[in-house]
DNA sequence: GATGAATGAGTATTCATTCAT
DNA sequence: TATGAATGAATACTCATTCAT
């Protein structure tokens, strides 16, 4: 019964935005579930009330954070491998993409930490993760097909490059380790990625 | 001031065990916020009250269950490898890790979302992921010197193929897509993990 | 500070008097409690915020709904009675009267049931009530003075009869009982008001 | 998912009577939406959980508070009846049930004022009123039997009399008049009503 | 006068944990 | 040891009322 306006003046989408902002930072820090709306509220510097005229409920906002999230993660990716437009040196390039992807992983680490976990306690935001990453994919299809690579499987095999770098950004970020080479770990997945689509 | 017991009679020790699997069984099922200690008690057969003597609190529940899922997911996976004693075909062989990998995956496939939003919603629990993965590792490691393959970077390599078989899995499980095909995915990765090791 | 002004512009009356329309219907349909007055200022097509210059608070509308209603309820009965001059056929007349009532129940029933409790809530829309019942049991006795009935204690002569017939009219609004041989209880009402009157 | 449960030792029928003795002496004070659970725990002598499992929400505690209020109001009037054998002098007699009834009236006023309203807020509420009148009006018939009156339509005459009585309850209680004779009003209730049996 | 966005106090209900028995 | 009744802090959401425009 009480509606949810969709903010259409200026200031009320700034105040929608502060709200999600809030979320996204707050939910990254503790967790979904340890993330109070009036916690929310207060940091986004809004009463209480006004969420709840924005978002129909809690999860309405987890939803428009983690949509920022995805966001704020992959359109740098997709940005820089648009950069690339020819295949002059296959290897600075890939290495170069690995490091922004990285970067971009360190950057957001806690939140990533929370976005997965967030994806897997409920379908909504699951399906938000899938659609996200199909979007991904088809961007890496088509800057390979626009660099002129052309394989059977391009798909599957866009597929398994992304999940290498993405394994591998996490490797960075998350299980640090003393004993590991990290420079070998990137060094060795440019050469399987070169492996998969140059023959 | 209540102190919490270790068990040592034999009826106590299957207490335990009742209310570790039914911690597992539930958080699987509903997700560790949306299970109350109640309702573990009662599918472990046992009263609200007993639990808070073998275990300090909810969360500790949590860990021993998500220490128990690692054994039932990880042992499998390396009792197979064991079976591997030589370097024959090594083809078929993968393959046939990457099939159990898979089946495990995806039996345990929803305590498997669970138990990773989990490692991510804890840092005790994210530790406990850390090691078993380490441990895995480590028994490929040995697994891959005991059938005489011997490269550089033997760690680093296997980081990366267990990565990949990581991946390959949840692509299974969780992305189930009519576009892919995912008999190629599961044969082009052998053939990179091949790559790997096998120049 | 916010003055409550009474409207003298054509208008403002109007407005004021779509405020209190709404109000008793919504107050009706849902009860006063579990009506907002976002709803009722929505209904009467005013903003929520002029609301608070016709009316102190909700309660205030609640008052105004109520004079309304209860003039909607007794004004017609009064009228009814009005058009019986003289004593020809008293129980044919007053079999009139009860079948007005009846009707004007029913067509309020529902408004009718939460108006009661309403009164209930409330001191000042208990006083409402109660004058309102005044007013109509004094009409009562200018009627049968008008139709040259003349007895002792008048006044309670009346209430007694106006009991009956308000009685019965909720039984046949709100006892709906298959059991029960309602013209009986018609017919038998008239007889005992009779009995009050001529004896 | 939380199970009410039905208590069955003493101690705790006894909590959940304190509980509903809280909530009819509170919701008869300040009405069923102005009472908070936690007042109701509060006097009740209990936590507010504790409520909540004994009872399923709020109005379940409404609906075994408006139980027992009628329990505690009509009963009496029965035993009252009861206790009339023979139909020596229906005059005294009946004059004695008004007075008990209006005893009872006075005796729970505000309670009844709240009652009332409260069955025209929930029709769970207001089924509970009806078979409560039902019950009232059989035993009434099943008196007047027994003192050997035997006349046609006896349950609307039963209905008719019922209903003299509460009115005359009502207004004693709730419209005290200085301008009224109230004894007036008893004897002639009492007259009509031996018009109603005893023609 | 009029709007409707904003406020924030208020509340039913849940649930981890304790404790009398 | 074991029970399960009891506790009470915690929290999402609502809504009468205000106020900047």
Redesign the pocket.
């Known amino acids: 019964?009480?509606e949810i306006?969709e903010p259409i003046?200026q200031?009320?989408i700034e105040?929608k935005n502060k709200i999600i902002d809030a979320g996204l930072k707050i939910f990254s820090e503790k967790g979904y579930y340890n993330?109070?709306?009036?916690e929310i509220a207060k940091v986004a510097g809004?009463?209480?009330?006004?969420?709840?005229?924005y978002f129909k409920?809690?999860k309405d906002i987890l939803i428009y954070a983690v949509k920022k999230y995805y966001d704020r993660l992959f359109n740098p990716i997709a940005s820089e491998l648009e950069k690339i437009t020819k295949l002059s040196d296959f290897d600075e390039q890939m290495k170069s993409v690995i490091d922004v992807s990285i970067k971009l992983h360190r950057a957001n680490s806690v939140a990533h930490e929370e976005m997965i976990a967030m994806s897997h306690l409920d379908p909504d935001i699951h399906q938000l993760f899938i659609e996200s990453e199909h979007r991904i994919i088809e961007r890496i299809v088509q800057f390979l097909e626009s660099i002129d690579i052309d394989v059977d499987h391009m798909h599957e095999k866009a597929h398994i490059a992304y999940n290498m770098v993405e394994s591998l950004s996490h490797e960075f970020v998350y299980h640090q380790d003393d004993d590991v080479d990290y420079d070998f770990l990137v060094s060795e997945t440019v050469r399987l990625i070169k492996a998969i689509f140059v023959n």
């Open positions: 019964m009480p306006r003046k200031t009320s105040k993330t109070t709306t009036a809004v009463s209480t009330g006004i969420v709840y005229q409920d809690k």
